[in-house]
């Protein structure tokens, strides 16, 4: 007489959700989550990125457009008043355009976020905003504008890899989560809403 084979057991029946019980006292538990001042969750440095990632995109196509059609038709207007040999014709292009673009630079950095509560189109769209560190502080032209500058100066040094510095502060920044250009102006990002 052979012997039956042997097949694993079925599992139990399933008798619904089972509550864990929690570390044990005086166990690991969960860091609370980064909050500002006045309690508000911080925006993570992923969606930092992803509405930096946006506005650099929105930034560079708009901004190229506009330095296009402004640049270009003054270039025109010059090589048309004293003839296209003269040392004048790159000067007014490059001049222009450089201008344009840091013009539209403010006003997408400054401007927009002056009237949209701390939010560019890039952070509108992932939900985050800037915000004063103060409890009760609000974001004005002239802290906006700091902000601006400190980014910009940062942005300029990228060339020489310093400047990257800025961007990836807030990797390890206790407790706010800043960038460097976040610092001087006193602003921090938060979360609109939870995930």
């Not at 025109?76 to 296209?84: I, K, T």
């Not at 201008?99 to 403010?106: C, E």
């Not at 939900?127 to 609000?138: D, L, R, T």
Request: proline share 11%.
């Amino acid at each position: 007489m052979s012997e039956q084979p042997q097949y694993p057991q079925y599992p139990p029946p399933f008798q619904g959700p089972q509550s864990y019980p929690g570390p044990p006292a005086g166990g690991y538990q969960l860091p609370p989550p980064a909050a500002a001042p006045d309690g508000r969750l911080l925006a993570d440095p992923g969606h930092r990125l992803g509405a930096r990632v946006v506005d650099s995109i929105v930034y560079l196509v708009v901004g190229s457009i506009l330095a296009g059609i402004i640049g270009g038709g003054l270039t025109a207007l010059v090589v048309q008043m004293v003839g296209d040999q003269s040392n004048l014709v790159p000067i007014t292009g490059i001049g222009t355009i450089t201008l344009v673009l840091l013009g539209f630079q403010y006003v997408y950095e400054v401007e927009i976020p002056l009237r949209w509560n701390g939010q560019t189109p890039g952070k509108r769209m992932l939900k985050i905003a800037m915000v004063s560190i103060e409890p009760y502080g609000v974001l004005t032209r002239g802290r906006l504008t700091y902000r601006f500058l400190v980014a910009l100066g940062f942005t300029i040094l990228s060339n020489c890899y310093v400047g990257f510095v800025d961007a990836l502060w807030c990797l390890w920044d206790k407790p706010y989560r800043q960038c460097l250009h976040d610092k001087p102006a006193k602003t921090v990002v938060i979360r609109l809403q939870t995930p």
